[in-house]
Every structure is written in structure tokens, then in C-alpha cells.
């Protein structure tokens, strides 16, 4: 059974920063690109990176350009995202999700780790 | 940029009705590339079609999807109970990634 774990989450400053990470299970991670996707108190999901196999291709989106960065570790499995200079518009829940073997959108998804910027 | 727009915003209907709901990209997106997903409240979206007008695994006949260019649709031929929920389209693009989701369309029982 494929399982996404986010954790990390939780109350941070403005300007702080934060580390989440995603745990993966019951599929072969190497294999696939994920991503991370938010989704901001009562509006809707928007993307915020992904990050290819072998870490060769990565993408953000300019919301978050030059302040956070995606990774991965095949041998732990494992994709994290480090957030840095946050802002109160980043409160968000953040998911984790694996793309499907097409490549093309996202088939599982991780129950989303809550950050929270506020002073 | 891709942006997607969905319509209705919200879509009121009983039990048993056919929901349509619309996606239109701002430029002609692969049929390859768009996806819909359904999210309930407190859970994590779940993909429903994929290439358009490809059935996800253990999604119900009663889900399709449709259209090609800048117009996709998708079709709820008989809404049961727990289709009542907000549905998203969304399109990929690789360069190398870039993503991108529409607003939504709230599906709630009229």
C-alpha cells in the first residue's frame, strides 16, 4: 500500500524558517517524481515544486522562487522542502504527492503537514 | 503561463442528476496533461481522470472526462451522495515543471 507521511508543520515567524519532510512507502521511490502542493486555509490547492527521479530537473512555483528548495533522498525515501523567509501567505497545508507512472498528474497524496506563519 | 479556469463556480444539484462541469486553459493544453481531481472536506484531493478521459484506479463509470485544446470537461452522468465535494482540473507542463491547478467547482446538494 503506497503511504505519504508529511511532517514538520506547525507555528513559525515571519522571516523563519522550516523544514518538511515526506516519507514514502509501498512503492519503488526512486522511480518517480514528486511534488509538493498546498493548500492555504479554505481556498484552493496550488503547486509549489517538484523535484524529478534523480533530483536532475526541479521546479517552483514563482511564489516561492529563491526561498524554498526541494530534495530528495532515495536511499531513506524521503522528498523534503525547506522553506526559508516565510510569509504569512504561506500558511498553508502542505502535501506531498508522487506522480503517477505516466507522468503527468498526481495518483497519491500524503495527508498534508500544517504550516502556519504568523507572529 | 497555463491558467485554468473552471465554471461554475458552484454547482447546485440533487441526488441522481448529470453534473457538467467546464475547464478552459487560457492556451491549448495536451489532452496528455490534464487531469480532475475530487476532494471532500478534511481530505487530500484524489485523482479522478488522468489524459483527459482516462479513468483513475477504482474510479466509478459514472466519472468522465472529455475535450481537447483549451475546453475539457467533466461529466457526473448520476450524482450519488458522496460525489457532493469540489473538483479540480489540472494541467502539467514540463520546463522543466510547472503545474498548475484551476479555482474549483463546488458540487453541494440543491
Known amino acids: 500500500e503506497v503511504q505519504l507521511v508529511e511532517s514538520g508543520g506547525g507555528l513559525v515567524q515571519p522571516g523563519r524558517s522550516l523544514r518538511l519532510s515526506c516519507a514514502a512507502s509501498?512503492?519503488?521511490?526512486?522511480?518517480?517524481?514528486m511534488h509538493w502542493v498546498r493548500q492555504a486555509p479554505g481556498k484552493g490547492l496550488e503547486w509549489v515544486s517538484g523535484?524529478?527521479?534523480?533530483?536532475?530537473?526541479?521546479g517552483y512555483a514563482d511564489s516561492v522562487k529563491g526561498r524554498f528548495t526541494i530534495s530528495r533522498d532515495n536511499a531513506k525515501n524521503s522528498l523534503y522542502l525547506q522553506m526559508n523567509s516565510l510569509r504569512t501567505e504561506d500558511t498553508a497545508l502542505y502535501y506531498c504527492?508522487?506522480?503517477?507512472?505516466?507522468?503527468?498528474?498526481?495518483?497519491?497524496w500524503g495527508q498534508g503537514t500544517l504550516v502556519t506563519v504568523s507572529s | 503561463e497555463i491558467v485554468l479556469t473552471q465554471s461554475p463556480g458552484t454547482l447546485s444539484l440533487s441526488p441522481g442528476e448529470r453534473a457538467t462541469l467546464s475547464c478552459r486553459a487560457s492556451?491549448?493544453?495536451?489532452?496528455?496533461?490534464l487531469a480532475w481531481y475530487q476532494q471532500k472536506l478534511g481530505q487530500a484531493p484524489r485523482l479522478l481522470i488522468y489524459?483527459?478521459?482516462s479513468r483513475a484506479t477504482g474510479i466509478p463509470d459514472r466519472f468522465s472526462g472529455s475535450g481537447s485544446g483549451t475546453d475539457f470537461t467533466l461529466t457526473i452522468s448520476r450524482l450519488e451522495p458522496e460525489d457532493f465535494a469540489v473538483y479540480y482540473c489540472?494541467?502539467?507542463?514540463?520546463?522543466?515543471?510547472?503545474?498548475?491547478f484551476g479555482p474549483g467547482t463546488k458540487v453541494d446538494i440543491k
Open positions: 489524459g483527459a478521459s
Open positions: 492556451q491549448s493544453v495536451s489532452s496528455s496533461y
Open positions: 489540472q494541467q502539467y507542463g514540463s520546463s522543466p515543471f510547472r503545474v498548475t
Open positions: 523535484i524529478s527521479w534523480n533530483s536532475g530537473s526541479i
Open positions: 509501498g512503492f519503488t521511490f526512486d522511480d518517480y517524481a
Open positions: 504527492a508522487k506522480l503517477t507512472p505516466r507522468g503527468y498528474s498526481f495518483d497519491y
